[in-house]
């Protein structure tokens, strides 16, 4: 019996370690699926607010993991962000202050780190640098900003088109390689990205004539007057009634403004081009599903239009924008669901990290705007939701200021490698498990640059707290703004100048100074890139 015993508690011991083994180092080497969407605004997901949309998907991760509710980007722009995120550097150290400067590929990027260190790697979508991407064994990359319908890929092997729409091909070159062309033996990052829901949102034919059924809750700002602003909120161009194009953006056939003449404005020679590029993408057969619900549109915009007032125009602007910006993210919700259903049958889930983030914020008719740039809310948060089974508790919610700066080393140490010393952000790690006493952060540093350029967003930098936000937009005019964030959720007033505020100014405008100098950003390197954009 005793004998019989021992037999049984050795085989038991023997059968136990290697698995405890195995597990340790599969814990210790997590498989990482980073899915970043473009300008997907935490507005429109619904484990931050249902409001616009549900997002039954994307909200997966975040009830089986974290969601930061104060994750926000450096500059809030798309290939700037990419690179900090690639990086771990803000953009006056890596170089990509822009959308138009090439990315400097002789610095490190994070996944050629997991590359050197036995790591599977391979990207497919969106990354917007004209380079192809390093550190990455395979990828499959849209051209610049790609497009929705039967889109164009630069791969290893030269260039190819793939028939039907972006979100769902990405995630079939996505499922493809981890289904097929990876090796089971080694773990992998995978970097998901997707081109929706950038503008000019074209969704995919089914989910255009479910959403254009649906009409949307109206933003408190969306009449906003830009009062108690500076000249940089007065001077964007990002008004939806204003600057939103009604072809490009509001699907207004070419024709039908040639039609209709005088009664609308600006030039209808720009608005062929931009309609029937994205569009005169698709095939006889995608267009003969496009073209009954174009047809409704157009009828209704010939109908109505001309009598409208300025509101009601806004409104319909307003409705046509979410009709198409919450229908393109419909897909990408229903694909990042195929994603995750796979990891699940494939018992993958377990051992991998996924996370979620957008590229940065967006307006969604908040101020009456679209676009992003400002260093206002809804630009300059981003939503982030990480799950990692046995990791991360499940449900859980972190209010920390945390950066897309912090993604790199994030990573890095969750796969146990080391981070390069002049990386800048830090580990969220330390969050992930629970221990927010180990994070001492209290702000954050921001700077945008684009400017003169598309939306005509002055440039600018600040330092952000739970509590305040103080901007210097330091191009073209000398202005700051300070606002209140917790008085003052919707950014409305400006209280720089009141006196009330002046010991808090004090103090703010001390540790930007103290950030500034911290990230080595500098009045110098201000006027280095101004220079360099005149150039
Ligand atoms: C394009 C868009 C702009 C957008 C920039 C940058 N116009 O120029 O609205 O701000 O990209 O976007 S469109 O012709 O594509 O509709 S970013 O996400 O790449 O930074
Ligand atoms: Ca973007």
Redesign the pocket.
């Known amino acids: 019996m005793k004998q019989l015993a021992f037999f049984l508690l050795t085989l038991a011991l023997f059968s136990c370690n290697p698995g405890t083994e195995t597990q340790k180092k599969a814990q210790s080497r997590p498989n990482i699926i980073f899915i970043m969407s473009?300008?997907h605004a935490y507005q429109a997901i619904s484990a931050y607010s249902n409001r616009l949309l549900e997002t039954p998907n994307i909200d997966r991760i975040a009830k089986q993991g974290m969601r930061f509710t104060n994750a926000c980007v450096t500059n809030s722009?798309?290939?700037p962000s990419r690179a900090t995120i690639l990086t771990g550097k803000h953009n006056h150290l890596n170089g990509k202050i822009d959308?138009r400067m090439p990315f400097d590929t002789t610095q490190v990027t994070f996944p050629q780190i997991f590359q050197d260190n036995g790591y599977q790697t391979a990207m497919f979508g969106k990354l917007?640098f004209g380079n192809n991407p390093k550190g990455v064994d395979e990828f499959k990359i849209l051209p610049g900003?790609g497009n929705y319908i039967n889109p164009r890929f630069i791969t290893n092997e030269g260039d190819t088109t793939i028939t039907g729409y972006v979100t769902d091909i990405i995630t079939d070159l996505t499922l493809n390689w981890l289904q097929e062309e990876r090796n089971e033996d080694e773990p992998f990052l995978m970097m998901y990205l997707h081109k929706a829901p950038?503008?000019?949102w074209w969704p995919r034919p089914d989910k255009f004539a479910e959403f254009t059924r649906k009409q949307f809750p109206l933003p408190e700002t969306l009449f906003d007057s830009y009062e108690n602003r500076g000249a940089a909120a007065k001077t964007a161009e990002m008004n939806l009634l204003t600057h939103m194009m009604y072809s490009?953006?509001s699907k207004i056939r070419p024709e039908t403004l040639e039609e209709m003449g005088e009664k609308v404005q600006p030039s209808v020679r720009e608005f062929r081009n931009?309609f029937y590029g994205p569009y005169g993408r698709a095939n006889e057969e995608q267009k003969a599903a496009y073209e009954p619900i174009l047809d409704s549109i157009n009828n209704y915009f010939k109908a109505n239009w001309p009598g409208m007032t300025d509101r009601e125009k806004m409104i319909w602007k307003y409705q046509r924008y979410m009709q198409d910006y919450l229908a393109s993210i419909s897909s990408v919700d229903d694909n990042v669901g195929r994603l995750l259903d796979y990891l699940d049958e494939s018992g993958l889930a377990e051992n991998t990290i996924v996370v979620y983030t957008s590229?940065?914020g967006f307006f969604l008719g908040e101020h009456g705007w679209f676009?992003?740039?400002f260093i206002y809310n809804e630009s300059f948060k981003t939503p982030l939701m990480v799950r990692w089974p046995g990791v991360v508790e499940e449900g859980s919610v972190n209010t920390e200021m945390v950066q897309n700066l912090d993604f790199a080393q994030t990573l890095l140490d969750a796969a146990g490698m080391e981070a390069p010393q002049d990386m800048q952000g830090e580990s969220l790690l330390p969050l992930l498990k629970g221990n927010e006493d180990a994070w001492e952060r209290e702000a954050v540093y921001y700077h945008y640059y684009e400017y003169p350029a598309?939306?005509m967003v002055k440039r600018h930098y600040g330092i952000v707290t739970e509590e305040y936000k103080l901007a210097h937009f330091y191009h073209d005019v000398d202005e700051w703004e300070l606002y209140d964030r917790l008085k003052d959720p919707n950014e409305l007033k400006n209280v720089y100048a009141d006196p009330a505020y002046a010991s808090i100014v004090t103090k703010l405008k001390a540790d930007l100074k103290d950030l500034r100098k911290k990230y080595q950003d500098s009045v110098e390197l201000d006027q280095h890139y101004i220079d360099l954009y005149n150039q």
């Open positions: 473009d300008d722009i798309c290939a959308n917007h900003q950038h503008r000019p490009h953006d931009s590229d940065q676009d992003k740039r598309v939306h």
